[in-house]
């Protein structure tokens, strides 16, 4: 009697590429006698191009093909998937790979045969010999910084693919994985390093073979590179915290406040830009510490328009178009002006124009009166612009 690997296809709006990528994943049988495939393939309940049709009538042609409607976000795909399987299924091998034909199905018998070996889990890698990577140059770039950094921080050393989803695992090791520690309910792709650090804490023993990615078949990434690095970087800070004895929710406490770092970041260049101009207004225009401090704000609020708006709130929907979304921010931002003249000229009134002296050096007072105005200007400017210019459109 044969063994069955069911392979998980998580799926967003790949109605071009579903059945391609189907056909190419039972070809695989022929390679491993021993197993019979099934698919099931775990689509987001947004999806919206008609990819459940598609699926249907491949369901109709194929009793082993099974389809689901999961909650958004790839872990959610992946993790339901997997649970889908072993409920209804009972699969000898789990596995999965990406449905959007970036990774050539093939490697799906290396998996597979690498399981029947002995190992509890099996990583498809660009990263070992046979291994090739096709993507764009950046998206190589981020792959091995990616790599790099979460051998570095969170580790082990010796796994060097972290960020693709194709990999086979034993239904025991599935079983070991602490579901609550992992962070599959995320709207973001942070699953992949992190059921692998999940996996080894849970005693995998594994082993990397080669695959090659390449680009899609049809449609576009939904890889935010920026989003993804961002999440990676504080996973793997968290991971190392939590190895360390320090059991603060790091990364979860972080994606609840992803916006507000992104606000503060866009905040901290504001406030470059604030300061440079602040320098120009009173050392070359000669003008008061208030009164540049008012020019060199309205330059900043600009700034801090662009950047927020197609950057920290960008995917944010809203009733308001661009230009009424500037006039809100130029208005709320008046506020912000107004408590940071206000600090600075209560701050020049009281101490004057001295210096104090530093590292032998005279720093002058009106630096540290600039510096004082940006607490309170940046939770006045976040709570009302996260409140009003950029508040979320009701459904």
Known sequence: MKKIVSVVLPTYNEKGNIAKTVEKVFEQEK???????????????????????????LIRKNRRVHFIKVEPGLGVGLIKGHQYALDNLHPDVLAQLDADGQVVPDVLVRLIKTIEEGY?????????????????????????????????????????????????????????????????????????PAFLHEAVLAGAKYKEVPLIFKNRLEGYSKNKVFNYTYDVIVYCLDARMHSLGFNIPFYRLSRRAKTLVKFSLVGAIGTLVDFLFY??????????PATAKGFSTEIAIINNFILNN?????????????????????????????????????????????????FGRPIAYNNFYFFATIPPVMLWNFTVNHLITWRREEN
Request: one cysteine or more; glycine letters at 8%; a positive charge.
């Open 31 to 57: 390679n491993i006698p021993n197993f019979e495939i099934s698919v099931v393939i775990a689509d987001d309940i947004r999806s919206s191009d008609g990819i459940e049709q598609v699926a249907k009538e």
């Open 120 to 192: 509890s889990l099996a990583i498809g890698s660009r990263f070992v010999s046979g291994g090739k990577n096709q993507l764009s140059f950046v998206r190589r770039i981020f792959t091995y910084g990616a790599s790099i950094f979460c051998r570095l921080v969170m580790g082990p050393w010796d796994i060097r693919e972290v960020t693709n989803s194709a990999r086979a695992f034993t239904p025991a090791l599935f079983n070991k994985i602490n579901l609550g520690r992992l962070p599959w309910q995320e709207r973001t792709f942070i699953i992949q």
């Open 279 to 288: 320098k120009v207004f009173i050392n070359f225009l000669n003008l008061t």
């Open 310 to 358: 197609y950057w920290t709130f960008r995917y944010r929907k809203t009733k308001t178009n661009l230009w009424q979304k500037l006039g809100i921010f130029n208005v709320v931002s008046l506020g912000g002006l107004i408590i940071g003249v206000l600090i600075v000229k209560y701050l020049h009134l009281t101490y004057g124009d001295g210096f104090v002296i530093i």
